[in-house]
């Protein structure tokens, strides 16, 4: 089946650095990826919707600067944590959106980032 | 490995008919489970969640899930389903670590 891969799965930084996540559809085009966060017991949280060549679109309350969202092409988009902080610590996912037909529509996930800001 | 299984892939059931959709886990430490909808073109929306208590946990739009723990089991239950509630169905289940499992979901039509 279709597989999104999203590296890395952890990673661990200094506060003020900045923080690359990718997320690959590896073997289909996904003209819509997602971004979530996660907390501790709490539920997903989308941050913004990336569409391929153009400018992500974020949820209200997620900062445009701090978290950049580059959709370059079909088969990626990053995610940048700049100037990463503690309370940036948190478990971000991506998901790509596939639309194969009027009503045949499929999300893929890809395993998520674990990231903690010392 | 952790994993999260929704055994159908995809299920048709008729307007005011009952809903069951099957979720099952490895992994014996006490999860913390959830059950997402994803309606076309849009993204995830939390429908509800387990975390301890209660084993049978009543969330939006009318569903309940019952967490099963002798089951590994986490299944989805609407008694009447609506033509809206056509979407494709995550299960999810976490860990202390806030490490997130999904499943490869379930996709719902609904027949008038």
């Known amino acids: 089946g279709a597989v999104v891969s999203q590296h890395p799965s952890w990673v661990i930084c200094k506060s003020g650095t900045s923080v690359k996540i990718e997320c690959r559809s590896l073997d289909f085009q996904a003209t819509t990826m997602f971004w979530y966060r996660q907390f501790p017991k709490q539920s997903l949280m989308l941050m913004a919707t990336s569409n391929e060549g153009s400018k992500a679109t974020y949820e209200q309350g997620v900062e445009k600067d701090k978290f950049l969202i580059n959709h370059a092409s079909l088969t990626l988009s990053t995610l940048t944590v700049t100037s990463a902080h503690p309370e940036d610590s948190s478990f971000y996912i991506c998901?790509?959106?596939?639309?194969?037909?009027?009503?045949?529509?499929?999300?893929?996930f890809g395993s998520g980032t674990q990231l903690s800001v010392l | 490995a952790q994993s999260v299984t929704q055994p159908d892939i995809h299920i048709t059931v008729s307007e005011g008919a009952s809903l069951e959709l099957r979720c099952n886990y490895s992994?014996?430490?006490?999860?913390?489970l959830f059950w997402y909808v994803q309606s076309p073109g849009q993204g995830l929306q939390l429908l509800l969640k387990y975390f301890s208590g209660d084993t049978l946990v009543q969330g939006i739009k009318g569903f309940e899930a019952e967490f099963k723990r002798s089951q590994s089991s986490f299944n989805l239950r609407k008694p009447s389903v609506h033509w809206s509630d056509a979407a494709e169905y995550f299960c999810v289940k976490g860990n202390n670590n806030n490490d997130m499992r999904f499943g490869a979901g379930t996709r719902l039509t609904v027949k008038p």
């Open positions: 992994y014996g430490a006490t999860p913390y």
């Open positions: 998901s790509a959106f596939v639309r194969s037909g009027p009503t045949n529509e499929k999300l893929f």
